[in-house]
Nanobody
Framework: QVQLVESGGGLVQAGGSLRLSCAAS????????MGWFRQAPGKEREFVVA????????YYADSVKGRFTISRDNAKSTGYLQMNSLKPEDTAVYYCAAKSGYMGYDPAQYNYWGQGTQVTVSS
């Protein structure tokens, strides 16, 4: 079992930055793929970015490419999402998730989820 706890959300003006953290307990993340998803009110949960445990190669949604950066510290069992140049359309609840094996884009592929952290970007 893996327990995930996100932190770092908040309110920021457009163009600003936030860094989200995802602390894992139960097992280390070193053998898992870690992903970040987000869900805005009235919308489905969507893929933001994931990093493969095998290759450490990140995969970004086009909407965040060049603005968001995923990283992980396996020794601390913590993942991070650095979000720069934030836009109002980035407003959502952000979730970190983990799955065994290779990376995936579908939320249904992920076994473990955090509780989510709210990110609000004002215009």
């Amino acid at each position: 079992q893996v327990q995930l706890v996100e932190s770092g959300g908040g309110l920021v003006q457009a163009g600003g930055s936030l860094r989200l953290s995802c602390a894992a307990s139960g097992r280390t993340l070193s053998t898992y793929t870690m992903g970040w998803f987000r869900q805005a009110p009235g919308k489905e949960r969507e893929f933001v970015v994931a990093i493969s445990w095998l290759t450490s190669t990140p995969y970004y949604a086009d909407s965040v490419k060049g603005r968001f950066t995923i990283s992980r510290d396996n020794a601390k069992s913590t993942g991070y999402l650095q979000m720069n140049s934030l836009k109002p359309e980035d407003t959502a609840v952000y979730y970190c998730a983990a799955k065994s094996g290779y990376m995936g884009y579908d939320p249904a592929q992920y076994n473990y989820w955090g509780q989510g952290t709210q990110v609000t970007v004002s215009s």
